[in-house]
């Protein structure tokens, strides 16, 4: 297929370029309305995600609130429980060693400490 002449002549391929991009690519550009009105959108659009940040940003922290205002049971769990009686005899085990070690070194019962597990409250 031939190509159009431009003036008289066949075009190049820089000039088909251009001319392309003049026919095809190119818009009108944007009226001060069309301005007006994209800002006015882009306005809105960030006045309802900012409300919808807050909002979100309000509920994890009255989850979060709830959360560490809640008191938890070991003995509503069975496996804390078990892991609960499994550091008190480890705790107990651990003063009876210090206890006999202080009594072989000639420390009195009462400067050798005593030592709490740290889970009790």
């Given at each position: 297929m031939a190509?159009?002449?431009i003036?008289g002549?066949a075009m190049?391929?820089?000039?088909?370029?251009r001319?392309?991009?003049?026919?095809?690519?190119q818009?009108p550009p944007?009226t001060?309305a069309e301005?007006?009105?994209?800002?006015r959108?882009?306005?809105y659009?960030?006045?309802?995600?900012?409300?919808?940040?807050k909002?979100?940003s309000?509920?994890l922290i009255?989850d979060f609130?709830q959360?560490?205002?809640s008191?938890?049971d070991?003995d509503?769990?069975?496996?804390?429980?078990?892991?609960m009686?499994f550091?008190?005899h480890?705790?107990e085990?651990a003063?009876?060693?210090?206890?006999a070690?202080?009594a072989?070194?000639?420390?009195?019962?009462?400067?050798?400490g005593r030592?709490?597990?740290?889970?009790?409250g």
């Open positions: 190509r159009k002449p003036n002549r190049t391929a820089a000039e088909r370029q001319r392309h991009r003049e026919i095809a690519v818009k944007m001060k301005r007006e009105d994209l800002q959108l882009a306005r659009r960030e006045k309802i995600l900012k409300s919808a940040a909002q979100r309000a509920e009255a609130e959360q560490a205002a008191i938890y070991y509503k769990d069975d496996i804390w429980k078990a892991a009686e550091a008190r480890a705790a085990q003063r009876q060693f210090v206890t070690r202080a072989e070194l000639g420390i009195p019962a009462a400067e050798s030592s709490e597990p740290a889970t009790e």
